[in-house]
């Protein structure tokens, strides 16, 4: 059962960063020079650190990392669908997808 739900919230995870990085130049439009830079680059380093929760919750998953890792690591994208929440709204798809993989790979963990 964690098995399927940490291999599920990691897909979800992948999902959501996909979706975080087709954003990517909408984001940066308005900008210019290093600021532009920037906003790439962070742009960039959230939906990377997506893409990485996801692989730890896997590994995790099929025992190469401890449990605890999986479980620290589920708070992430939780915290992150509370900001988008107060930043944009609940309604924002991010907001879902990044909360059910949180509760998702913190659930796996807890439950393993």
Not at 47 to 59: E, V
Not at 74 to 79: G, N
């Amino acid at each position: 059962m964690s098995l399927v739900l940490s291999i599920s919230a990691a897909v979800l995870l992948f999902v959501t960063a996909g979706y975080h990085l087709t954003g990517l130049q909408e984001a940066s439009a308005g900008l210019v020079g290093e600021r532009r830079g920037l906003v790439r680059a962070a742009w960039i380093l959230v939906g990377a650190y997506w893409f990485i929760t996801g692989a730890i919750w896997i590994a995790a998953a099929f025992r190469f990392l401890p449990q605890a890792t999986a479980i620290w690591t589920a708070s992430i994208p939780m915290l992150g669908a509370i900001a988008l929440t107060a930043m944009v709204g609940p309604r924002f798809p991010g907001v879902s997808l990044l909360g059910l993989a949180g509760t998702l790979g913190l659930i796996s963990g807890l439950i393993q």
